[in-house]
């Protein structure tokens, strides 16, 4: 089991920046393929971006490419999404997930939520224009 909570969402004007933080439980962090997704009301939860259990490798959405950036630090249990230059359509409440390591990685392997099994709760983040 892992159990992931979420921080660091809040109000922030266009263009400007908010850092998510994930903490993870468990001794087993490192083995996880990290995943962050979002979900505006009405709308499907959609891939934000992933990261190799190892930090090596990264994947992101067309629509974060450039602006946002996912990192972990396997040492403290936690994976991070630095999001910049934040645009009132990024509004939404952010997850993030856990996927158990496979033989091979391919970011674009792990862009859907149903190879994710453990899932936050969520943080909210909004963009006002």
């Known amino acids: 089991q892992v159990q992931l909570v979420e921080s660091g969402g809040g109000l922030v004007q266009a263009g400007g920046s908010l850092r998510l933080s994930c903490a993870a439980s468990?001794?087993?962090?490192?083995?996880?393929?990290m995943g962050w997704f979002r979900q505006a009301p009405g709308e499907e939860r959609e891939f934000v971006s992933n990261?190799?259990?190892?930090?090596?490798?990264?994947y992101y959405a067309d629509s974060v490419k450039g602006r946002f950036t996912i990192s972990r630090d396997n040492a403290k249990n936690t994976v991070y999404l630095q999001m910049n230059s934040l645009k009132p359509e990024d509004t939404a409440v952010y997850y993030c997930?856990?996927?158990?390591?496979?033989?091979?990685?391919?970011?674009?392997?792990?862009?859907?939520?149903?190879?994710?099994?453990?899932w936050g709760q969520g943080t909210q983040v909004t963009v006002s224009s």
């Open positions: 997930a856990a996927a158990p390591r496979t033989t091979y990685y391919s970011g674009s392997n792990y862009c859907t939520t149903e190879m994710y099994d453990f």
């Open positions: 468990g001794r087993t962090f490192s083995s996880y393929v």
């Open positions: 990261i190799k259990w190892s930090g090596s490798s990264t």
